[in-house]
């Protein structure tokens, strides 16, 4: 079953990856890097996942030998609030563009400055 996860977290990797090079809408490019930074993160997850074991949380009849590692789940919170500040940088920068350029297209970004 974990290979499922493997699976879906490339998938989306690539399919990040594919946006980010081929679309030329900055909006299309910006929510593939929010594509591939979900596959990421399900791929972080999953690498620390350990079937039969529990979540990390201090209760009666969980030692450390019945627990996963959380720091893989640390790691992939913080990520996700990184992610989240970079994509609204990231849209603001478009909105800026937007307002300058009056486009979202690279191409025609880079025809109209020159």
Request: charged share 15%; proline share 4%; net charge positive.
């Amino acid at each position: 079953m974990i290979s499922a996860y493997y699976f879906g977290a490339i998938s989306l990797i690539l399919i990040g990856l594919y946006a980010v090079l081929v679309k030329k809408n900055v909006l299309k490019m910006l929510i593939g890097l929010s594509i591939m930074e979900s596959g990421v993160n399900l791929l972080l997850v999953s690498v620390g996942y350990i079937s039969g074991r529990s979540a990390p949380i201090l209760s009666e009849g969980i030692g450390p030998k019945g627990a996963v590692d959380p720091i893989p789940q640390a790691l992939v919170l913080t990520a996700i609030v990184i992610g989240v500040a970079t994509t609204a940088l990231a849209l603001s920068a478009a909105i800026i563009l937007y307002e300058k350029y009056g486009t979202l297209n690279v191409e025609e970004i880079r025809r109209l400055r020159g």
